[in-house]
């Protein structure tokens, strides 16, 4: 797959999320050249893969690629080529995806976890230069994990190393995507989120008018942007939402420094965009809940440089590997 970038040195990285397929062409440097982007269909399955195709053949109308990359939530197979399993996808399970690529293009092709893919991109584009061991955390519809050691990505024994958001931490707790109970991505994602900003909502109705109002007024039109404004303004409902997945990211950071102990945590997706608002109380609350309190030195907790962009730089490159 060297050989690919020989050719023009142009990739494409596939970001697929809960919501959307955002493609782009990437050059060596982690230089979005260009984007395109579609909605995740609902189904899922081959309905995907054909948005997929859509967007790469999008792009190659302006730009001459040499191969593709694809970064997707779940879980991926050692050799790159399978979506085993994705909690949040429809239909998203034994999906030869890589082989779908490379037949439809003839272009090689490989697949990767989003995680693992956004920390590969802060690894040799942005702000996990230099740091090792460096953590990941990707918090969007869930929470995916990536782990770099020595300057290499930790994938584990069959290709599932560091699935950092489906730690257990309620027994009694929420179900997962993943199909487990009480995963920390039921309580620190996006969604999670969001769910807390729902409950906020329907226990004081008539704050959670003035802070629905920051959208258009509708549970409907109420997002995670309009969530993120809602705080940055001062909204107590949304600052109380923040606050509580906040404090689930920092009990997180507490128990994988003990594991892991790395020199960094970069911490990416949406959630990100609320700046302090969601890393200071998730540092504080690292700090509260790590054993051996006031001997164990944290980690750096960094924001990610790329955002939502991470995956489809770090995917882009990948191919190239």
Not at 171 to 186: R, V
Not at 251 to 266: C, G, K, N, Q
Not at 291 to 302: C, E, S, T, Y
């Amino acid at each position: 797959m060297n050989s690919a970038s020989a050719i023009s040195g142009l990739t494409v990285g596939i970001d697929i999320g809960g919501t959307k397929v955002l493609g782009g062409v990437v050059d060596t440097d982690g230089k979005i050249l260009a984007t395109y982007r579609k909605d995740t269909p609902k189904n899922g399955g081959q309905d995907l893969i054909n948005v997929i195709i859509e967007v790469v053949k999008e792009l190659q109308t302006k730009h001459q690629i040499a191969g593709i990359g694809v970064s997707t939530a779940g879980i991926v197979s050692a050799d790159r080529k399978t979506v085993i399993a994705a909690g949040n996808i429809a239909n998203w399970n034994d999906v030869a995806l890589a082989d779908a690529l490379v037949k439809e293009f003839g272009l090689p092709a490989v697949v990767e976890n989003d995680a693992n893919a956004a920390i590969w991109a802060e690894f040799k584009f942005g702000n996990a230069k230099g740091l090792n061991p460096v953590m990941f955390f990707i918090i969007g519809t869930g929470m995916g994990g990536g782990l770099i050691i020595d300057g290499k990505l930790y994938r584990g024994a069959h290709g599932i190393g560091a699935e950092f958001g489906h730690m257990m931490v309620k027994l009694d707790g929420e179900k997962c995507g993943c199909g487990a109970i009480g995963c920390i991505e039921t309580y620190a994602s996006g969604s999670a989120l969001m769910r807390y900003a729902h409950e906020e909502i329907a226990s004081n109705l008539e704050k959670g008018k003035v802070l629905l109002n920051f959208g258009d007024g509708t549970l409907n039109g109420f997002t995670g942007q309009v969530l993120t404004k809602a705080a940055q303004a001062g909204d107590q409902l949304a600052l109380s939402a923040f606050a509580k997945q906040s404090d689930w990211v920092g009990s997180a950071i507490a128990s994988y420094t003990l594991l892991l102990d790395p020199e960094a945590i970069i911490i990416g997706g949406g959630v990100i965009d609320a700046g302090d608002i969601f890393l200071k109380p998730a540092i504080a609350a690292a700090e509260k809940y790590m054993p051996f309190a006031g001997k164990h030195p944290l980690p750096k907790i960094i924001a990610a440089k790329f955002g939502n962009d991470a995956g489809l730089v770090g995917a882009a490159d990948l191919v190239r590997a």
